[in-house]
């Protein structure tokens, strides 16, 4: 164990934990949003964010840009991010779409178990990540120089870039607005509804396929913007990227509490800044054991998790 490592890097390990753990909260609230409504663990998640990841990079290949490019300027720079965030956002909420149409919706027609469901999941996932592999010939792709991680904020040893900065800012208005939508709109209500007791809200004349629909939707969009994020962050990408990512994604989800927004945000930041004090104090290779040994601890004194209310009974 290295602790004086630890200590004299306390302050960059923090930062680039809490920007990792934005982008495993925005991955970990498609998790929760459907596990809140049908109590489903949704495993094909993970390939829906992964080919946010490349759709933002064919986007950018279309107007000539590849891991080779000359950095752009400011203003193209922030067209490229939109069409990036664009596109990724477009792609990843029809893949959650199309998982939801195609492989859960005719279970539920036909009441099908819970373990249907689960095997469904990971033939899904398993489905869309060889898919991508073929395609892309399980080649790593490089991600264009969009933008020039630079020094904007310096204490004492501790810098804090521009793209640090970004990624957690987005993820932190993203839940903002995602938990006004959920707990102050119409349709957020009818999700509520749903999650609270499916029979009434059909009753109350709720529909309840538009409104798991809509659930997969808007975890498809968090996923794709964390595509965006991850892309940038990590600069390549693979066929099985969200593998590792979704399992500390799935973490988080449980660790705040899976079902509840709010959980999602506070376990994917706690989890990004110990995975990296872990990756300081034993070495990168501990990184995701760190990350099931922290949540076997949190789960045995806290077994809902660190906020655990469930979305049906999410205060507005």
């Known amino acids: 164990m290295n602790f004086s490592g630890l200590i004299d890097n306390f302050g ?4 680039a934990g809490l920007a990792q753990g934005a982008i495993i909260a925005l991955f970990a609230l498609g998790y929760t949003l459907v ?31 590849d891991q080779n490019s000359a950095r752009p ?22 893949v959650a779409l199309g998982v939801e149409l195609v492989a859960y ?23 869309i990540s060889e898919f991508v592999g ?7 792709r490089g991600v264009p120089p969009i933008i020039q991680a630079r020094t904007v904020i310096t204490i004492g040893n501790t810098h804090i870039t521009n793209l640090q900065i970004l990624i957690i800012a987005l993820a932190l208005v993203m839940m903002f607005v995602l938990d006004r939508f959920i707990n102050g709109s119409r349709l957020g209500r009818g999700i509520r509804a749903v999650a609270q007791n499916p029979d009434s809200a059909a009753l109350m004349g709720v529909n309840k396929s538009r409104v798991i629909s809509l659930v997969f939707l808007l975890g498809g969009l968090m996923a794709g913007i964390a595509a965006v994020m991850y892309d940038l962050k990590i600069g390549v990408t693979k066929y099985d990227a969200g593998f590792l990512l979704g399992i500390d994604a ?3 989800a449980v660790l705040g509490g899976i079902g509840n927004l709010r959980g999602a945000l506070l376990g994917g930041l706690l989890l990004g800044v110990l ?6 104090l034993f070495g990168s290779n501990w990184l995701h054991a760190a990350a099931f040994v922290l949540l076997v601890l949190i789960l045995m004194f806290r077994p809902s998790g660190l906020l655990g209310e469930s979305l049906g009974r999410a205060r507005a």
């Open 134 to 140: 073929v395609a892309t010939h399980r080649n790593q």
């Open 35 to 65: 596990y809140g409504v049908l109590r489903l663990i949704n495993f094909a998640h993970s390939e829906v964010f992964l080919v946010g990841t490349y759709a933002c990079l064919i986007i950018w290949g279309w107007f000539g840009l």
């Open 73 to 94: 300027d400011f203003g193209a720079m922030l067209g490229y991010m939109a069409l990036g965030l664009v596109a990724a956002i477009v792609v990843s909420g029809t």
């Open 12 to 15: 960059p390990l923090t930062v």
């Open 250 to 252: 799935f973490t988080a």
């Open 275 to 280: 995975q990296s004090w872990a990756a300081g």
């Open 105 to 127: 919706r005719p279970l539920r027609r036909r009441n099908a178990p819970p373990l249907a469901f689960l095997i469904t999941a990971i033939g899904a996932s398993l489905a």
